[in-house]
C-alpha cells in the first residue's frame, strides 16, 4: 500500500502540504511518517526527500512551538534517518536544527552550565519526551554516516554538551534504562 501511494505522486503533495496550516501539516506529517518507517520503505524516503521534504521540515522545526508538530517532525527524521543516502543530507540540511530546537532545550543543559560532571548539577527535572526519544534516534542513526558525518555531529555546538548533560541528567536521577538515553549514548 506504501508504495502505490508513491507511485499514485502522492508524496510530492504530502510534502507540499506541510506548509498549509496546521490541522492539515499534521495530518501530513502523520502520512508521511508512516510512509517512511519500515525497511522496505527507502524509496518513500528518497521520494520524500526529492520534493523537498527535509527543507520543509526543518522549516516546521524552526517555526512551530506545536509539540504535536515537533514530535512528528522528529518522527519523520527519525524514520528518513535510516535510509544511508539521507544521512549526510540531513545532517547538513537539519542538524542545527534539530539540535537548536530539540536536543539543546529538553536536555535542560544551558552553555552556561558548562560540562555536566558537576554532581549537584544535573537536571533531576528532566522528562524523556517522545520529542527527544525521535530526535535522539535520528541522531543515533546519523552517528553512523562516516567520518564526514561523525565530524558534522562533533563540530555541532551545544550537541556533545547537551547529550553528556543527557546522560549525566539520567545517571544522577538513577533513570537510565529509556530509549532516549541508550540514543544519546549511541550518538
Aim: hydrophobic share 45%.
Amino acid at each position: 500500500m506504501k508504495n502505490k501511494i508513491r507511485e499514485a505522486g502522492a508524496i510530492p503533495i504530502l510534502v507540499h502540504m506541510l506548509s498549509l496550516d496546521d490541522l492539515v501539516c499534521i495530518s501530513s506529517l502523520g502520512v508521511l511518517r508512516n510512509l517512511s518507517f519500515g525497511k522496505n520503505n527507502h524509496l518513500n524516503r528518497i521520494a520524500i526527500q526529492d520534493a523537498h521534504g527535509i527543507t520543509l521540515l526543518v522549516q516546521l522545526l524552526n517555526t512551530t512551538e506545536s509539540f504535536e508538530i515537533q514530535e512528528l517532525v522528529t518522527g519523520v527524521f527519525w524514520n528518513l534517518s535510516s535510509s544511508d543516502t539521507l544521512k549526510l543530507p540531513i545532517l547538513k540540511q537539519a542538524l542545527e536544527a534539530l539540535v537548536k530546537n530539540i536536543i539543546i532545550p529538553l536536555s535542560g543543559w544551558k552553555e552556561t552550565q558548562g560540562l555536566p560532571f558537576d554532581q549537584t548539577g544535573y537536571n533531576a527535572n528532566i522528562s524523556w519526551t517522545t520529542v527527544f526519544r525521535n530526535a535522539t534516534g535520528c541522531l543515533k542513526n546519523l552517528s553512523s554516516a562516516g567520518l564526514e558525518g561523525r565530524t558534522l555531529l562533533r563540530l555541532n555546538h551545544g550537541l556533545v554538551d547537551s547529550l553528556l548533560w543527557t546522560v549525566r541528567s539520567a545517571q544522577g536521577k538513577n533513570d537510565v534504562d529509556n530509549k532516549a538515553v541508550e540514543n544519546a549514548v549511541a550518538s
